[in-house]
């Protein structure tokens, strides 16, 4: 009997030991951090095909895209929730042009100037080109950020918006995200990547 009380104490000792887990090392998340943002740059061409949710105010839209990305050049395609083109985003910094469902043609120096004037509303591509893979814009300042245990992003402060993300595509260096939520004054972004692709 006394036996079989200890045993039953040995298992539960090691239960126990095995529930809590030894505290990170001092750093590892930021060194996790940094393999982790260093992968994910080094993916180009990237592509990907989601959805997302925009509401300025009091006024709201919702549509598909699929965005494909090759170094600085980009192309964007905008649908409605009946998979129909709204738009096709496509350029390069300072030369952007955009063409609507009407095959109406615009062209301007920046994506939101296009977006607002075609469509009334706008997504600050050039940062989402960086945010949308959970990285910061490369050499502009970082207000500030929380890291996951795995040492991705959860939460980015930069050039004005709150960025937190809420899910990754997997656990590996080079994870992506496949939910964030955007928020600028009274704008908000709600982004979901179904497909992440190579270009």
């Keep these: 009997m006394r036996l079989r009380a200890a045993a039953t104490l040995a298992a539960l000792m090691s239960l126990a030991g095995c529930a809590t887990l030894p505290p990170a090392p001092p750093g590892a998340a930021e060194a996790a ?17 989601g ?5 300025i105010g009091h006024r709201g839209w919702s549509a598909g895209l699929r965005w494909v990305q090759t170094g600085d050049r980009f192309h964007i395609d905008i649908y409605d929730p009946l998979g129909r083109t709204v738009a096709v985003l496509t350029g390069k910094p300072g030369d952007v042009t955009l063409a609507d469902s009407s095959g109406r043609a615009y ?35 970082v207000q500030s ?15 004005g918006w709150y960025i937190r993300y809420s899910d990754y595509d997997y656990d590996t260096a080079n994870a992506r995200p496949t939910r964030m939520i955007m928020t600028h004054g009274d704008v908000r972004l709600v982004l979901v990547v179904n497909q992440w692709g190579k270009g």
């Design 33 to 49: 951090w940094h393999r982790h943002e260093a992968a994910v740059l080094a993916q180009t061409p990237w592509s990907l095909d």
């Design 51 to 55: 959805n997302f949710g925009l509401r």
């Design 107 to 141: 062209r301007a120096a920046s994506a939101a100037e296009l977006m607002q004037h075609a469509l009334g509303w706008s997504l600050p591509v050039g940062g989402l080109r960086y945010w949308v893979r959970g990285v910061p814009v490369a050499n502009a300042p």
């Design 145 to 159: 950020r929380q890291l996951d245990a795995n040492g991705r992003l959860r939460v980015l402060q930069q050039s």
